[in-house]
T-cell receptor
Framework: AQSVSQHNHHVILSEAASLELGCNYS??????LFWYVQYPGQHLQLLLK??????LVKGIKGFEAEFIKSKFSFNLRKPSVQWSDTAEYFC???????????FGKGNQVVVIP | EAGVAQSPRYKIIEKRQSVAFWCNPI?????LYWYQQILGQGPKLLIQ????????DSQLPKDRFSAERLKGVDSTLKIQPAKLEDSAVYLC?????????????FGPGTRLLVL
């Protein structure tokens, strides 16, 4: 079955530390890749997305992600986190053409001031 | 631009009761989705509409869940009768078109607690 894996569900780090969240998927074929973020008390918001082209994509608030096709991965990175990055981060994948998003279980990230 | 609207934001019911959720997508968005998010998990797609037609309802528990999108705009999701395991956040999302490279935009969700 098709699936999306996110490891290290709970991440705690200090301000200015670097963040990397892993995402692996098991789909074959052409995929669309997304990272969504949910800040406390808010709804899911798009952080960044990859459809095609340059595998290194930049999103809002200094986040970036790299698509590595050979590894079926789409890892999220931020070189220096802030307290305001405390949130839950979800990786999502859809197959090109059908839009049905499959989500990972999410990473709960807590940034300590 | 207004986002996806959902109501109510919270609902508490007893098991075996019925409940309905409402969603108004972003203006002009043809495709609408309902997701269920159980605590500690990512959202799971329940049903997908293209205008007022169902594209995919393979993961909708049809013995108790139903959804409709009359006139291709607003949508309602109903649970009848509710079970304890239906406690979750129900998210509505919309995208401009179906197919290809589309981004889904999410509403704030309805948090359901079944006692």
């Amino acid at each position: 079955a098709q699936s999306v894996s996110q490891h290290n569900h709970h991440v705690i780090l200090s301000e200015a530390a670097s963040l990397e969240l892993g995402c692996n998927y098991s789909y074959g074929g052409t995929v669309n890749l997304f990272w969504y973020v949910q800040y406390p008390g808010q709804h899911l918001q798009l952080l960044l997305k990859y459809f095609s082209g340059d595998p290194l994509v930049k999103g809002i608030k200094g986040f970036e992600a790299e698509f590595i096709k050979s590894k079926f991965s789409f890892n999220l990175r931020k070189p220096s986190v802030q307290w305001s990055d405390t949130a839950e981060y979800f990786c999502a994948v859809s197959l090109y053409g059908n839009n049905r998003l499959a989500f990972g279980k999410g990473n709960q990230v807590v940034v300590i001031p | 631009e207004a986002g996806v609207a959902q109501s109510p934001r919270y609902k508490i019911i007893e098991k075996r009761q019925s409940v309905a959720f409402w969603c108004n997508p972003i203006s002009g968005h043809a495709t609408l989705y309902w997701y269920q998010q159980i605590l500690g998990q990512g959202p799971k797609l329940l049903i997908q509409f293209q205008n007022n037609g169902v594209v995919d309802d393979s993961q909708l528990p049809k013995d108790r869940f139903s959804a409709e999108r009359l006139k291709g705009v607003d949508s309602t999701l109903k649970i009848q009768p509710a079970k304890l395991e239906d406690s979750a956040v129900y998210l509505c999302a919309s995208s401009l078109r179906f197919g290809g490279q589309e981004t889904q935009y999410f509403g704030p969700g309805t948090r359901l607690l079944v006692l």
